[in-house]
């Protein structure tokens, strides 16, 4: 039986993130089936997707000012307003909220409509360690109302009111295998070694300890270079700290691109720096490659992927350069120890394989749709 579903959140306009592409993938794999299927994004209309959509998934742009910056009271009536026009012309049987942030819009609009409500957590709790903003903000609260709340680690549960745990599920991000698997033990064919990151150029990255720690490896490492792979709005100030650290020519910008999976296969190392995450996209597909890989014990996510001395080595604490920079070192100078955890690596992510994960969310969104 054909379902009616509406998948919503901030804005997809060229935005290569983790968030986007598991968005896209679901409502995707939930078309095929055969299912009608909706995008709503606070977009304009000129909006294009990073990722390929579906010919059946429809997609609402209902922007009544830019995306991630203030609305005004009339601009935010208007916003619901068009959500709920939106949600009537599609019979939407349930919403998927990404992240509570967007819950108090997506309630308003569906007063009275038959409409169940899932909000799909895209971080640990453990990012309002890291910024101003309050847990205990109005959307917050307002999962009491929610049907199911889905996170992606079983270990996020412990983090939310426990009157709300029976209604979590786990539903990590699906991670395609790769026919691709990197050779980290060897040099490449211009007698070179890549550490790669991933990820878009913010705060939450943290690449200026990346950046720091690898400034500090290079006379020990002459054949080794940084390769960062993203946009965002840190890349002055990271071209800065580069500049800064007379290591321009070791290190490389890269714009996001559809070519990543040739980058994983042809690195050696990948480090993912940040200070919180929900499910890192670019972590699990680096190691999907039979990349060894490097984070912070104390980061969540990063330490729900890598298992220290087997498939990667987690670093002390959140941020700290100095155990980051032994850790990295650590590896850089192992070739043996790289390719022990590139097996390992593979291996660790092929329980997120997609036909495990897309009947949990197929389970989920019946516990809604059947009540």
């Keep these: 039986m054909s379902r009616s579903y509406a998948f919503a959140t901030i804005s997809l306009d060229n935005m290569a993130g983790g968030l986007e592409r598991n968005i896209v993938r679901v409502a995707n794999r939930l078309s095929k089936e055969g299912n009608k299927v909706a995008l709503i994004t606070f977009d304009w209309e000129t909006a294009t997707s990073f990722y390929p959509l579906e010919e059946g998934v429809k997609w609402f742009k209902v922007a009544t000012s830019r995306p991630h910056e203030p609305v005004s009271f009339m601009n935010r009536l208007k916003l619901i307003w068009k959500i709920r026009r939106a949600l009537k012309e599609m019979n939407t049987s349930v919403i998927i909220c990404f992240h509570h942030g967007i819950l108090a819009r ?6 009275f409509l038959k409409v169940g409500l899932i909000a799909s957590e895209r971080n640990s709790l453990t990012i309002y360690d890291h910024i101003k903003s309050s847990k ?8 009491a109302f929610v049907k199911r709340i889905t996170v992606q680690f079983e270990s996020y ?4 009111p426990s009157m709300w745990r029976h209604k979590i599920d786990e539903i990590p991000n699906p991670v395609y295998p790769s026919a691709l698997i990197a050779t980290p033990g060897e040099e490449n064919k211009n007698g070179k070694f890549t550490l790669l990151t991933v ?9 200026v300890s990346l950046i720091k720690a690898f400034s500090r490896l290079l006379v020990k490492f002459p ?10 709005g840190d890349k002055a100030l990271l071209s800065g700290l580069v500049d800064k650290l007379q290591i321009n020519e070791k290190v490389i910008f890269v714009p996001a691109t559809n070519e990543i999976f040739t980058y994983y296969s042809q690195s050696h190392i990948f480090c993912l720096p940040s200070q919180w995450e929900g499910f890192p996209n670019s972590l699990a597909e680096a190691l999907a490659h ?6 912070f014990e104390k980061c969540a996510g990063v330490s729900d992927l890598i ?8 670093a002390e604490g959140n941020g700290n350069v100095n155990s980051l920079t032994d850790k990295l070192e650590e590896l850089m ?13 593979v291996k660790s992510v092929q329980q997120f394989n997609p036909e495990n994960i897309y009947p949990i969310w197929k389970e989920t969104l019946s516990k809604v749709t059947n009540r």
């Design 199 to 207: 990820g878009r150029l913010c705060t939450q990255k943290n690449y």
């Design 333 to 345: 100078a192992d070739p043996e120890k790289r390719i022990a955890y590139s097996l390992e690596a």
């Design 290 to 295: 039979g990349l060894p890989a490097v984070g």
């Design 223 to 232: 054949k080794w270079e940084l390769v960062i792979i993203g946009d965002g």
């Design 136 to 143: 205990w903000n109005l959307n917050f609260f307002l999962l």
């Design 307 to 314: 298992t220290h001395k087997k498939n990667g080595l987690l």
């Design 106 to 111: 997506f309630l308003l609009a569906s007063l």
């Design 157 to 160: 549960r412990k983090t939310y």
